[in-house]
């Protein structure tokens, strides 16, 4: 009966070897099944990300466009309004340049004559 028991003992030894092995490979299967729906869950988490801030960058190019224009259309403001005081200060310079020579041609015909004021002194 000693090698009916060992055989016994070694089929039960072989069968939760068995056992064992199924459990594990179970358990590898599962933890496989975790892995994958865990780095899928995250390859969809990144590729939202990643439109997010495609999404936002262009978000910044358009803004920056509009910017760029924007300071376009102020510059050429600032630049139409400088352009129209120039041509006020020369309109002034032509202006004053024309009563000066005006001045200078009536002092020419009629000399100034410089009257004194007499000073009244205190107590006089």
């Known amino acids: 009966m000693d090698s009916g028991l060992s055989s016994l003992i070694a089929l039960l030894a072989l069968g939760v070897s068995i056992f064992v092995m199924i459990t594990a490979s179970e358990s590898v ?30 978000t910044l190019k358009d803004r920056l466009a509009n910017s760029a224009k924007s300071s376009k259309v102020i510059q050429s ?43 009244k002194k205190a107590g006089a």
């Not at 120039?86 to 009563?99: A, N, P, Q």
């Open 29 to 58: 299967k599962k933890v496989r099944r975790t892995m994958t729906e865990t780095v899928e869950s995250l390859q969809l988490e990144l590729a939202t990300a990643l439109a997010n801030q495609d999404s936002e960058i262009q």
């Open 77 to 119: 403001s600032q630049t139409r309004k400088l352009d129209t005081l120039d041509g006020e200060v020369d309109y002034l310079s032509k202006s004053t340049t024309e009563l000066r020579t005006e001045v200078r041609s009536i002092s020419e015909k009629e000399p100034v004559v410089e009257t004194k004021k007499k000073k």
